[in-house]
């Protein structure tokens, strides 16, 4: 499986699972927010802050009624339209600067989700490492075909996507020129449940595409995007931050500080255990080797006197020999006196009974 370099951070499964925070429209329309949440994450151990590229003209249509108002009283963001919503959520351009620098500073990577080719442009302009593909523009293949010109790593969530439809993004992106490509499997739904997540997915689809896959994850709390790492995932993206009773269109379901913090400790510990196929005493378990049953004499003893399961018995430590040789011993006489505690071994056994 290639391994993808992104701004010298290798993403892997043969390296440390990597962490992206996505700041969205947490900013609360403040670049000081906005720059306070970078430092954040950097603080809780992410390897990468991500923005948004567009203007509510480029997502849609300045209308207020029909297909253009959000009527779905499950929606987050019911009771506004489409245009209102990306009014408030967007991230002013002028900010990705300061933003990314900020993200230089701290020794972490700033990139964007574009979300139109004008955006690609803006983001080349400010030399971005890579970029990210939001669920909702997966099967935008013309969008799909300016990054992938761009020559650079592209990480793509599938929400939504049919099988037939990620094979027509990814035959795009390699057709179009882009060589490091990362799925990221998502459910987008806000918030997501741990149920209709569907973590399988995520071996079949590096198999599928032959690609790094992770987790771009709606749900609350850490525990599935845990689970994604012992399934190989090696990109876990969250929404963050810093403090959802501070609100936001996206606080509801985004993580705080410390959770950020616990998902980066959690992912690596689950990436560590995974290991390799391993049988056998590992060189930690090698002490604890002694303290398994074997045979220990359990009474004093004379020679000539015949093991009983009184006199013999399989207790820990393990010095003598295994309990899987106690049936064949009972019975037999002993060559010698014997102390009580004294690790059983054949030569302990009469030559003749041996």
């Not at 779905?72 to 339209?81: Q, V």
């Not at 020129?177 to 997501?192: E, M, N, R, V, W």
């Not at 012992?230 to 959770?259: N, Q, W, Y």
Request: proline share 5%.
């Amino acid at each position: 499986m290639r391994e993808i370099n992104i701004a010298d951070r290798i993403i892997g499964t043969s390296h440390l699972p990597f962490v992206v925070a996505e700041i969205s429209g947490n900013h609360n329309q403040s670049l000081e927010r906005a720059l306070d949440i970078v430092e954040a994450a950097a603080k809780a151990g992410v390897h990468a802050v991500k923005v948004q590229t567009y203007t509510a003209d480029t997502m849609t249509l300045d209308i207020n009624e029909g297909d253009f108002y959000i009527d779905s009283p499950n929606s987050l963001w019911y009771g506004k339209s489409l245009y209102q919503l990306y009014q408030q959520a967007y991230t002013p351009w002028e900010w990705h600067k300061p933003i990314f620098e900020r993200c230089d500073e701290l020794g972490i990577i700033g990139f964007s989700t574009p979300f139109d080719a004008t955006s690609v442009d803006f983001l080349e302009s400010l030399n971005v490492s890579c970029y990210k593909i939001a669920s909702f523009e997966n099967t935008d293949l013309p969008l799909i075909r300016k990054v992938a010109n761009t020559g650079k790593p592209m990480i793509i969530s599938t929400g939504m996507a049919t099988i037939s439809e990620l094979d027509e993004t990814v035959r795009t992106a390699r057709e179009g020129g882009c060589q490091d490509l990362i799925l990221l499997k998502c459910t987008s739904s806000y918030p997501a449940t741990p149920k209709n997540t569907n973590l399988l997915t995520i071996p079949q689809m590096r198999e599928l595409f032959n690609v790094q896959v992770g987790l771009s994850d709606h749900t609350m709390g850490i525990g599935v995007a845990v689970a994604s790492v012992a399934l190989g995932a090696t990109l876990i993206e969250k929404h963050f931050t810093l403090c959802r009773a501070d609100g936001g269109v996206d606080s509801a379901f985004s993580m705080e500080p410390a959770e950020m913090q616990q998902l980066v400790i959690e992912s690596q510990r689950a990436w560590q255990a995974l290991g390799s196929i391993k049988y056998g005493a590992t060189e930690a378990e090698k002490e604890s080797l002694l303290y398994r049953r074997s045979l220990y004499v359990a009474k004093d003893m004379k020679a000539g006197e015949i093991l009983t399961p009184e006199n013999l018995r399989a207790v820990r430590p393990g010095l003598g020999l295994p309990p899987k040789f106690f049936d064949i011993i009972i019975g037999k006489a002993v060559n010698q006196n014997i102390k009580k505690g004294t690790p059983f071994a054949w030569k302990l056994v009469l030559a003749s009974e041996e």
